[in-house]
């Protein structure tokens, strides 16, 4: 049996080692917090209520506008999110986001595919829809957008057409998206 000695020896000789088992463990995290997250969106830019019975109401009026030219969704839309809530405390003159938990994926990557024809709307032009993202994802999306500023920002001071563009997660010009 080892000694108390041999134990801080042991412990003092693989302090700088890195473990793999940290790193998976993270990864699954990370994995499991989008597979969780996988059927959820956020709206930005809703007036803000503290009725939960009017944010409903809402949300089912801006899914209406986003989905109501879809047959398949025409029916039932109120049943298409199971349950909202906005994050956030409540502060007046403020709009917090509402979170929105749909039955299944597919509602959800239809929704996100069909929301970028809201800008048309006349009442939810200002609204905003998004996917749920991990904090590791925002991280992600937020280095390519100041990335793609910087570029743009250098291209326009050199007098070149600034034209970097996200797209599927990447960094591409939008001359090179024919090829993507």
Known sequence: MPSNNSKVCLNKSYSNVEF???????VSNELSDRQRRC????????????????????????????LGEVPKFQHDLKSKSTRICRLGRYTPGKNRTIKCYLNS???????????????????YSNIIVQ??????????IK??????????????????????????????????????
């Open 20 to 26: 793999p088992e940290i790193a998976t463990l993270e």
């Open 39 to 66: 059927k959820n969106v956020v709206l930005h830019n809703v007036c803000d209520s503290n009725n939960p019975a009017i944010d409903e109401e809402v949300v089912a009026a801006i899914f209406e506008d986003i």
């Open 105 to 123: 994926q597919e509602d959800c990557e239809q929704l996100l595919m069909q929301s970028r024809f809201l800008s048309d709307s006349t009442k």
């Open 131 to 140: 996917a749920d993202l991990t904090p590791m994802q925002r991280a992600h």
């Open 143 to 180: 280095q390519l957008v100041l990335e793609k500023r910087r570029r743009n920002s250098c291209a326009q001071e050199n007098n070149q057409e600034a034209d970097w563009v996200i797209r599927n997660g990447r960094l591409c010009r939008k001359s090179d998206l024919n090829s993507i």
